[in-house]
T-cell receptor
Framework: AQKVTQAQTEISVVEKEDVTLDCVYE???????LFWYKQPPSGELVFLIR??????QNEISGRYSWNFQKSTSSFNFTITASQVVDSAVYFC????????????FGAGTRLTVKP | GAGVSQSPSNKVTEKGKDVELRCDPI?????LYWYRQSLGQGLEFLIY????????KSGLPSDRFSAERTGGSVSTLTIQRTQQEDSAVYLC????????????FGPGTRLTVT
């Protein structure tokens, strides 16, 4: 069965620090998709990234970067030079592409960036 | 607007009453999802629609919960005989096609059962 673990419940950093949010997943499928979503205090989830299981290249988007490593079943998310506006709950999610099934979300990591 | 909309934004109901929550997905999105998020918790999958059919209802917590989608667009989640443990934020999302595509979420309906 698919499973997503975000071991860090809460993280607090000071503005301009770098921070990495961990995500470890379990799946028996060889084809799957991984996602990160941001849920700011307003409550609406915002899509950040989707990666498929065949593409292990790291991705950078501005201050955000993602490290996908199949060998450790991890899909970690790093925010460089964090800002107060980055404060939110971040969810990692897994979708097994070969069947119509639910997207499994991790429990989320609450990131607080202090000025 | 262009995004997913949900109504009502807030609903307070008495235990035992029925409630209906509505989701209007992004135009053209064939897939629609319902999730539940309890206070401080992650997202719990409830049901998934592809068009008007629901191939996966495995997440519905009890037979008091039902959902339908008509015209491949608007969906309604109905909770009958509400219980206090049903209190949560109910989130709807839509995606262009199947599960492998990013989901766009609505603002949610906060349900409080007193």
């Amino acid at each position: 069965a698919q499973k997503v673990t975000q071991a860090q419940t809460e993280i607090s950093v000071v503005e301009k620090e770098d921070v990495t949010l961990d995500c470890v997943y379990e799946t028996r499928d060889t084809t799957y998709y991984l996602f990160w979503y941001k849920q700011p205090p307003s409550g609406e989830l915002v899509f950040l990234i989707r990666r498929n299981s065949f593409d292990e290249q790291n991705e950078i988007s501005g201050r955000y970067s993602w490290n996908f490593q199949k060998s450790t079943s991890s899909f970690n998310f790093t925010i460089t030079a964090s800002q107060v506006v980055d404060s939110a709950v971040y969810f990692c999610a897994l979708s097994e592409a070969l069947r119509f099934s639910d997207m499994r979300f991790g429990a989320g990591t609450r990131l607080t960036v202090k000025p | 607007g262009a995004g997913v909309s949900q109504s009502p934004s807030n609903k307070v109901t008495e235990k035992g009453k029925d409630v209906e929550l509505r989701c209007d997905p992004i135009s053209g999105h064939t897939a629609l999802y319902w999730y539940r998020q309890s206070l401080g918790q992650g997202l719990e999958f409830l049901i998934y629609f592809q068009g008007n059919s629901a191939p996966d209802k495995s997440g519905l917590p009890s037979d008091r919960f039902s959902a339908e989608r008509t015209g491949g667009s608007v969906s309604t989640l109905t909770i009958q005989r509400t219980q206090q443990e049903d209190s949560a934020v109910y989130l709807c999302a839509s995606s262009a096609t199947g599960m492998s595509y990013e989901q766009y979420f609505g603002p949610g309906t906060r349900l409080t059962v007193t």
